[in-house]
């Protein structure tokens, strides 16, 4: 059984089709990028993944259950970094981490979390004073505490410096030797290279590619993972309808 399978996808807003008929299977202990323009419905996608958007069609299964319909029992086993996370002004790194691993049966102990984010420093500094990036690798860490099966990351590297890059990296790597099943939507082709057993590519809510980045470098007589996106999503101004 796969750890998420994705059938034939669906997902509207209002009139705007976001997502049109999207289907991939993730094996369990794999790390699987999600790839796209802008506005190719990525998020949405992995949103429905996470149970927090309800699809028009198709069907989405994660560990065997229903995001939505069974998110009680998903919520222990699942982790949910989204593009922004929302917390208290006040609340400090070290009790936002306290928090959310109050919420698990057998969280990771944070402080570890926090030293291999390069957080540790910052551990009692009030969330309203964490720079943009800071904000943002605290993001992982809040994701990762509950010691899930299935981590959801959704641009995780996104405004950090080279070396919270390669920081955020390496937790990647090691989720990948725990087993632990990885959806990671990214922008930066050098990050699926790296991280990435497989990739899929959408382009206007559509699958347009899914295989290994090497498979499809060498399937497109391309040099780099950059010109086989280049080439796949090459229709500027193109948005789904
Ligand atoms: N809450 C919403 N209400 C209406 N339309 C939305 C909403 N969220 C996304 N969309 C639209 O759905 C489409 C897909 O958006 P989505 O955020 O899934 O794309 P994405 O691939 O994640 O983009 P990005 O790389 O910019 O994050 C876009 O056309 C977007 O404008």
Same mark, same amino acid.
């Given at each position: ?17 976001? $997502? ?10 794999? $790390? #699987? ?14 949103? =429905? ?10 069907? $989405? ?5 229903? *995001? ?25 790194? %070290? ?7 109050? #919420?698990?049966?057998? *969280?990771? %102990? !944070? ?13 009692? $500094? ?14 992982? *860490? ?19 410096? !080279? ?32 991280? =990435? ?45």
């Amino acid at each position: 059984m796969p750890a998420i399978e994705v059938v034939n996808l669906h997902k509207r807003y209002g009139d705007r089709v976001a $997502v049109h008929d999207v289907s991939f299977a993730v094996a369990a202990g794999e $790390v #699987f990028g999600v790839l796209g323009r802008n506005g190719a419905g990525k998020t949405t996608t992995v949103e =429905c993944v996470a149970g927090l958007r309800v699809p028009n069609g198709g069907t $989405v299964s994660v560990l065997g259950l229903d *995001p939505h319909g069974d998110a009680s029992r998903l919520r222990h086993r699942v982790g949910v970094q989204l593009q922004e996370s929302q917390l208290p002004d006040r609340i400090r790194v %070290r009790e936002a981490l306290d928090l959310y691993a109050s #919420f698990y049966r057998a *969280p990771i %102990r !944070p402080d570890r979390l926090l030293d291999e984010l390069g957080l540790g420093a910052q551990r009692d $500094v009030a969330y309203r004073k964490l720079s943009g990036g800071q904000k943002q690798r605290l993001s992982i *860490p809040l994701a990762l505490v509950g010691d899930p099966e299935v981590a959801i990351l959704d641009e995780l590297t996104t405004g950090l410096d !080279p070396h919270a890059r390669q920081d955020t990296w390496a937790v990647v790597e090691r989720l990948r030797e725990r087993g632990v099943t990885v959806l990671l939507v990214t922008h930066l082709m050098a990050e699926a290279e790296r991280l =990435c057993d497989r990739v899929v590519v959408l382009d206007a809510g559509r699958v347009v590619a899914l295989d290994t980045a090497a498979a499809l470098t060498q399937r497109l007589g391309r040099s780099s993972l950059d010109d086989v996106f280049l080439e796949l999503t090459d229709q500027a101004g193109r948005t789904p309808s």
